[in-house]
Structures are given as C-alpha cells and as structure tokens.
C-alpha cells in the first residue's frame, strides 16, 4: 500500500474526455479485462489538460499498459489480455 505523498500505479490507463461514447465501450471494456486479470487501471480526463489536448486531439480513448500506449479509439479485449500477461 502506497504511503503519504506516493501514488498507486496503475497498469493500464485510459485517457478520455467527456460525452465521448467511445471512452466509454473502452472504459467498460478494459474494467472487465482488469476484473479478470487482478490489474489496476485508471482513467485521465484530457479535457482539462492543454497538453494532453493537443497531444491526444481526437484520438481519444487511447490506452496505455505499463506506460506504453497500447490501443486508440477501440480496446480489443483479446489484445489487451494478452498484453497483460506479459
């Protein structure tokens, strides 16, 4: 357990925006993928972040595992397991 002033990493996140219908069929998808798995994951909200904004544009969702980005736009449930495995 993460103690004061450090913070729990997740392996996978998902960067979203809200009103976007596919941040949210990737968020499902990847918090059921994750169930099965035992792994931690999050998501970002770019929409608050200039940075994030520009780098991310319309690309959203886009996911990361273990810090590298793995999907955009669709999660495959199948690719993402098999990313997690490693």
Known sequence: MPGPGRQIEH???VYTR?????CEAAEEIVAAVCAET???WTT???SG?????RRFTDEVPV?????A????????PDRLRAALSH
Do not use: K, N, S
């Open 11 to 13: 392996r996978v996140v």
């Open 38 to 40: 035992g792994d931690t």
């Open 69 to 76: 980005q793995h999907d955009f736009w669709r999660v495959d």
């Open 18 to 22: 809200p009103g976007c219908h596919l």
């Open 49 to 53: 972040d200039e940075e994030l904004t």
């Open 63 to 67: 996911t990361f595992v273990d810090g």
């Open 44 to 46: 970002i909200d770019i």
